[in-house]
């Protein structure tokens, strides 16, 4: 018989809870990343291709004659412009692309945040505040214990809120993975 925290599901329930706070800001920095992709890529018109030589012609060494493009910076104009149309087509396929596997990590945590947040509800009272405390909101046993001492009025031995914690995971398991994940201990 495998002693119960050496169980490989026990173990994946502990690092799902351990890892829960650093999961839910991966979801909001997914959902940041999200808004990135969705703004439309910058593109450059030949117009605004004209207008920055004209700028630079200025600059360097003074205006045009006003109205006048001549076919030599036409045609850098229009050689730039299919350039960058496939430069731009190529950054909006990748765009795509990232934001498709942005999405599907964002679905993957936030269907998991949401099997350990079923999970969690689905405890006893008890065993839902110890997991809690110690996994979520990273106290420490005796500070557990002093908590539950002064919001319940009665003493909680370490001993008897792990035992505690190791039935809730062991419930857990059974919400999270189904029946047929037997953990005996």
């Known amino acids: 018989m495998v002693e119960i925290k050496k169980h490989p599901l026990y173990q994946k329930v502990e690092e799902l809870l351990k890892d829960y706070n650093s999961m839910q800001a991966r979801v909001k920095n997914l959902k940041l990343d999200i808004e990135r992709l969705n703004k439309p890529i910058q593109q450059e018109s030949v117009d605004e291709t004209i207008e920055g030589m004209y700028y630079t012609k200025a600059v360097t060494s003074g205006p045009p004659p006003p109205g006048t493009v001549g076919d030599r910076t036409a045609s850098v104009a229009l050689s730039f412009r299919r350039e960058n149309e496939e430069t731009n087509h190529d950054s909006a396929w990748l765009q795509i692309h990232e934001k498709a596997a942005v999405e599907e990590e964002l679905d993957r945590l936030q269907c998991l945040l949401a099997k350990v947040d079923n999970a969690i509800a689905s405890l006893e009272p008890m065993q839902r505040e110890i997991i809690t405390l110690f996994y979520i909101n990273k106290k420490n046993w005796p500070q557990i214990t002093i908590a539950l001492h002064e919001k319940h009025k009665a003493y909680y031995s370490e001993r008897h ?10 419930y857990m398991i059974k919400s999270m993975f189904g029946y047929s994940a037997k953990v005996t201990a």
């Open 161 to 170: 809120c792990r035992r505690v914690k190791a039935a809730g995971i062991k």
